[in-house]
């Protein structure tokens, strides 16, 4: 399995962006896909995008045109670039790993980082 750790959050205002990274180890990580969900309070965690091991990339319509992911293998790092955030981006973000190549729901994934809160002031 993947170990995973978020780093990167914090509180912001409306319009501004932030950059999520995801520390990764395990040989294995080269290999797997990786997702970013979040839960806003209140609410249940939800998908926000996804990057398999090839680079293709996935959004949620709700980030698509602001949020960007990306991968950087040969530092086991994973990156979400967050533009134009709003007060509703507001939410612990959580990346994920998996060796499958499904994307889109919590159960498509083996590994969890312990996620990292944002917070967006209007």
């Known amino acids: 399995q993947v170990q995973l750790v978020e780093s990167g959050g914090g509180l912001v205002q409306a319009g501004d962006s932030l950059r999520l990274s995801c520390a990764a180890s395990?040989?294995?990580?080269?290999?797997?896909?990786m997702g970013w969900f979040r839960q806003a309070p209140g609410k249940e965690r939800e998908f926000v995008g996804f990057?398999?091991?090839?680079?293709?990339?996935l959004y949620a319509d709700s980030v698509k045109g602001r949020f960007t992911i990306s991968r950087d293998n040969a530092k086991n790092m994973g990156y979400l670039q967050m533009n134009s955030l709003k007060p509703e981006d507001t939410a612990v973000y959580y990346c994920?790993?998996?060796?499958?190549?499904?994307?889109?729901?919590?159960?498509?994934?083996?590994?969890w980082g312990v996620g990292t809160r944002v917070t967006v002031s209007p």
């Open positions: 395990g040989r294995t990580f080269r290999w797997s896909s």
């Open positions: 994920a790993a998996t060796a499958g190549g499904l994307c889109c729901t919590e159960a498509d994934y083996e590994s």
């Open positions: 990057i398999s091991s090839s680079g293709n990339t």
